[in-house]
């Protein structure tokens, strides 16, 4: 499976370089056709990874922005046109000007999307304290299930900042699927690792057809590499101890 991760759509104008028009998301959508699958079916392909699913694609969100619910809740899973999307939410900021309120979350819960966890405040979780990390974790996770009515076993690293010890946190606080931001197919180099392909405005759609064609021949040459020895889960565990 392939995860793609978005974050602020917006109708023209782009302010930074992960925010993208509701063309170029269109544009997107139309290369993934029907292999868009939704946040369940990916959730119970996990505990069953099987090459034939290589082609199948998730659509996640980060940072819970209002075009979340403004444009990818209500214009396209409301209408059908996809099969549901993750949406991971930094708990601090619902409310905040462009930034979706909690009524909004809990509808997108209740509709066909799944929300996790994108800490608190949207901190480099390697760089905090152990208490803070403690937090980030375990404050966002239980305010998001109080709201929801359900558990929350999602999180993604915000800016895809992790290490073994902030994995090692949230693994023991319950989360069971942690995402990153790396280059390649779903898996990651533990089985609890979820990379995902962070689209920028950069990435034309071409860049985007050869993605989704084999997300891995983007990974340089270090990572084929190491692949072929054996050798990337211990390099891995060596760059993230
Ligand atoms: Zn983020």
Redesign the pocket.
């Known amino acids: 499976m392939i995860v793609l991760n978005y974050?602020q759509l917006v109708e023209d104008s782009p302010s930074n370089a992960w925010c993208l028009t509701h063309e170029a998301f269109d544009a997107h959508l139309a290369l993934c056709g029907d292999m868009l699958i939704s946040p369940q079916t990916f959730i119970d392909r996990c505990t069953h990874p099987n090459a034939d699913h290589n082609r199948e694609i998730l659509l996640t969100f980060?940072?819970g922005f209002l075009s979340d619910y403004t444009h990818v809740y209500n214009r396209y899973v409301t209408a059908g046109r996809i099969p549901g999307f993750m949406s991971?939410i930094?708990v601090d900021f619902v409310g905040a000007a462009g930034r979706m309120n909690w009524a909004m979350i809990e509808e997108i819960s209740r509709g066909g999307g799944v929300i996790g966890s994108?800490g608190m405040a949207?901190a480099d979780l390697t760089t905090v304290s152990d208490v803070e990390l403690d937090r980030e974790l375990k404050v966002s996770k239980s305010m998001l299930e109080d709201r929801l009515g359900k558990e929350v076993p999602l999180f993604?690293f915000?800016?895809g900042r992790f290490s073994r010890r902030v994995w090692d946190a949230a693994l023991r606080v319950g989360y069971t699927h942690l995402f990153t931001i790396q280059l390649g197919y779903h898996r990651g180099f533990e089985p609890f690792l979820y990379s995902r392909l962070c689209l920028t405005n950069s990435m034309d759609t071409e860049y985007m057809r050869q993605h989704l064609l084999d997300p891995d021949t983007k990974r340089g040459l270090a990572w084929k590499l190491s692949t072929k020895l054996g050798l990337y889960k211990p390099l891995m565990h060596r760059r993230y101890r």
């Open positions: 974050h980060d940072d991971f930094p994108h949207h993604a915000p800016y």
